[in-house]
Each structure stands twice: as structure tokens, then as C-alpha cells.
């Protein structure tokens, strides 16, 4: 990431510090933080990551990468710093000048710049949070796509196996050309579908990497091969409020999840049969055929059904607690003043 500088001359900064000066000194007798009221809010232990508690360290890796490499979030932060390095200096160098001028509370003043930071900190906060769901969602389809790659690579095993039976059993004279030509127009379905399935997952996997700032070779690398698609280890429906949309959405996604794992069930039985009575000369190709093309439909929905339980879990999980966001953005401890003949390098403002 490449930061511009600019350097402002000692004389130059404290210029400009005695614009603002009217807000910068503290309450008669208060030795606190110039953001002591933001500071108390944020010293509360915030709550774990939820991407951290989700059982799956590789997308907690991923999204600690992509927090990590945003530029966005890390010149806010940078900005944040910067801020809260010239209200300190305000105070601590000028306001104790002029207190015995102003005289009166400056409350107000405080105030006003306690909600400033906390715009800054909320800037950096909501950010954080859409970032870290936007990369799980990202984590989450890649995963699905793993899936369907391995469902249709397993296929073309399964539609050769078909072909060389079909074609067997056609030049013993037991069946007629039909059942070659659907054996092999399935293979070269199934092989069609595959390389379709395989680029999607090519562009899933360049689109994450350069959320978190990594190269889809080093990325495929981390990911590995297919794995379990994370599961809460809480239970969201029981926790959350119904008339959340949220949760409504993720209710849905639970019942046709459950309603295709037992279509799924009940097409592999079929599918079985279907083979078994082929192989046997007691059925024909084409009740194969129909079946298989059924059994892969359904396996297909299973498993999008459960990426989509997956995904809206996250999306009701993520919401529930962004504390987590606010960790290291709480003031910083003051630097000391400079000599005389020095300067203060701060970097380009990002907001």
C-alpha cells in the first residue's frame, strides 16, 4: 500500500491547533483523556469474533487476511490515529495556555469532539463488519462450488461405467444403438457441465483472493480440498428474535434443507435399483438414465440448499454482536511534544 506524506513545520501545525483551541482544553481539575467519555465505552472487553468462533480455520484466516490487507480500513485507522494524536497535542500544549483565558467549562467543546471520534470510529467499524461478511459469503460460495466440482467429476466415472455396460450389452445383441448413444450423450453432458462448474470456481476463487489480497494460486492453496461447510455453533433460531427477516429466511433455508436431504435419500435408492435391474437385463437404459439425470438434480439442490442455510446463518450470526470491530480503535496515549526545530509528519487525510 503506498501512504502520501506531507510534513507541516512545527510553527505551521501550531497555527493551526490555535484555531481550534477553543475546544481543546479539559474541565478545571479533570486530569482525563481528551476522549474520555469514547474511552469508556470502548474499554469494555469486546466480543469474540464470530468468524473466529465458527469451527472453520481457514476462513478464520482469510478474514484476518483481508481486514489486515484492506486498504480502505487501514488508512482510516491510520486517519483515526492522526486525529487522535492532534487533539492531544491541543490539549495538553495549548489548552493548559489558554485555560486561564477561557475560563469557563469546556463540556461542550469535549463532547463534540468525543462524537467526532466515535463518526471516525463507527466509519472504521461498519466497514470491518461488511468486510468480514462479505468475505465468509465469498468463503462459503467458493466452498459450494468445490462441492459441485467433486459431485460432477464423480459422475464422469459413473456415465463411463454406463457406456462401457451399454455398449457391452449392444454387442451381445441385447439391447439396441439407443442405449450407446444416451450413454455417451451423458458423458459428454456430464463432461460439459464439469468445465462449466470448474470456471465458475476459477472466478470464485480470483474474486476472494482479491478481497483479502492474495494470488488464486496461493489462495487454492489454503483452501485445499473440499471441507465441511462451517455450521453455527449456536442455534440462531432459538436465540434470535422471530420477526427478525434475517431469521425468517434462515428458517426457510433449515426446512428445504431437510426436505432435500430426504428427496436426495429417496432418488439414490432409485438410482440403485435403476442400475442394479439394467445391469440384470431387467430394466432399460433410459429409466437409468431418467433417474441418474433426477438423483444428480436433487444432489445439486441439497447442496446449494445448504450453502444458502449457510450463508444466512451468517449473514443473522454477523449481526449480532460488531463489538469485535471496535478492538484497537480506542484512544492512543499521547506522544510527547516535539523540540522546537522538529516537525510533525502526519499522513494523507483518507477520509
Not at 492531544?88 to 467543546?109: F, S, V
Not at 434475517?246 to 435408492?269: C, G, S, T, W
Request: charged letters at 25%.
Amino acid at each position: 500500500m503506498t501512504t502520501k506524506f506531507k510534513t507541516l513545520p512545527l510553527a505551521a501545525t501550531g497555527a493551526m491547533l490555535v484555531l481550534a483551541s477553543a475546544g481543546c482544553t479539559q474541565p478545571r481539575g479533570v486530569a482525563s483523556s481528551p476522549f474520555a467519555t469514547t474511552a469508556l465505552r470502548q474499554d469494555v472487553p469486546a466480543a469474540p469474533e464470530w468468524w473466529r468462533e465458527a469451527g472453520d480455520p481457514v476462513l478464520a484466516t482469510l478474514v484476518q487476511q483481508g481486514l489486515a490487507f484492506n486498504q480502505e480500513i487501514t488508512c482510516r485507522v491510520s486517519g483515526l490515529r492522526r486525529y487522535d494524536l492532534q487533539v492531544a497535542q491541543e490539549a495538553k500544549w495549548i489548552g493548559a495556555r489558554l485555560d486561564h483565558l477561557l475560563g469557563a467549562d469546556q463540556k461542550a467543546p469535549a463532547e463534540a469532539r468525543a462524537n467526532a471520534r466515535e463518526e471516525r470510529v463507527q466509519r472504521v467499524v461498519v466497514r470491518r463488519a461488511h468486510l468480514a461478511r462479505q468475505i465468509a459469503l465469498a468463503y462459503v460460495e467458493v466452498r459450494r462450488l468445490q462441492e459441485e466440482v467433486t459431485l460432477r467429476s464423480g459422475l464422469r466415472y459413473q456415465y463411463k461405467d454406463n457406456a462401457e455396460v451399454a455398449q457391452f450389452r449392444r454387442e451381445a445383441g441385447l439391447v439396441s444403438a439407443i442405449d450407446g448413444a444416451l450413454a455417451r450423450s451423458q458423458d459428454q453432458a456430464a463432461e460439459g457441465e464439469l468445465g462449466f462448474a470448474q470456471s465458475r470456481l476459477s472466478d470464485a476463487i480470483s474474486q476472494l483472493a482479491g478481497m483479502i489480497g492474495d494470488t488464486p494460486e496461493a489462495l487454492a492453496g489454503k483452501l485445499g480440498t473440499p471441507g465441511t461447510i462451517l455450521t453455527s455453533p449456536i442455534d440462531l433460531l432459538a436465540t434470535t428474535d422471530p420477526g427478525n427477516p434475517r431469521r425468517v429466511a434462515l428458517a426457510d433455508d433449515v426446512a428445504r434443507e431437510a426436505r432435500l436431504a430426504k428427496a436426495l435419500e429417496d432418488a439414490r435408492r432409485t438410482v440403485r435399483d435403476a442400475r442394479g435391474a439394467y445391469r440384470q437385463g431387467a430394466g432399460e437404459f433410459a429409466t437409468l438414465y431418467v433417474a441418474e439425470a433426477a438423483v444428480t438434480a436433487v444432489n445439486l439442490a441439497f447442496v446449494n440448499a445448504r450453502a444458502s442455510r449457510v450463508m444466512a446463518t451468517l449473514d443473522l450470526w454477523s449481526e449480532q454482536d460488531p463489538a469485535w470491530a471496535r478492538k484497537g480503535l480506542a484512544p492512543t496515549v499521547a506522544a510527547e511534544p516535539p523540540t522546537k526545530d522538529e516537525t510533525i509528519t502526519v499522513t494523507a487525510d483518507c477520509d
